[in-house]
């Protein structure tokens, strides 16, 4: 599949701890440009996380967090609200569906699952499932236990 935007994410990462910014700028810019995405290396996403189709459509803003053996589909937006302070947290094991919104100081808790399309403002339990917009919780199980 070649690289994904996770590739160009992690290579920025490993050059601004190498303290060569101008090159982790330029290696982020070209990762944005041909995923029209945007991850930026200001985001911590634990090593694990995938992200569909290489992380087309992608928009993940600084501060974001996503915990382990996330999954976050194509053209999903993670980013503050206009005018509000904070971003959104994304625990483990979260499956965030196609063309979902995450926006403003939220915590969607592990083992929740965000419908596609959603529209997600407010927090998210853990184990809980979410749809529609505004996002409104459908179903709750018990979320995953730590392995």
Partial sequence: MGPTALTFYRAAKRL???QVPRLANVVATVGDR???????????????VE??????????????????KSFISQNVSL?????????PRVGRD?????????????TIGDGAKIGANALVMEDVAPGATVAGIP????KRQAPPTGT
Wanted: charge should be negative; hydrophobic fraction near 40%; avoid cysteine.
């Fill in 16 to 18: 601004q701890a190498l």
């Fill in 34 to 48: 041909i995923h029209n995405s945007h991850v930026d290396t200001k985001a911590a996403l634990h090593p694990t």
């Fill in 51 to 68: 992200l569909g189709y290489g992380g087309i459509g992608v928009i993940i803003a600084p501060g974001v967090e996503i915990g382990e």
């Fill in 79 to 87: 980013e503050p609200l206009p005018g509000r302070d904070g971003v």
């Fill in 94 to 106: 979260v499956y965030i569906g196609v063309g979902a919104q995450i926006l403003g100081p939220v």
């Fill in 135 to 138: 996002a409104r919780e459908l």
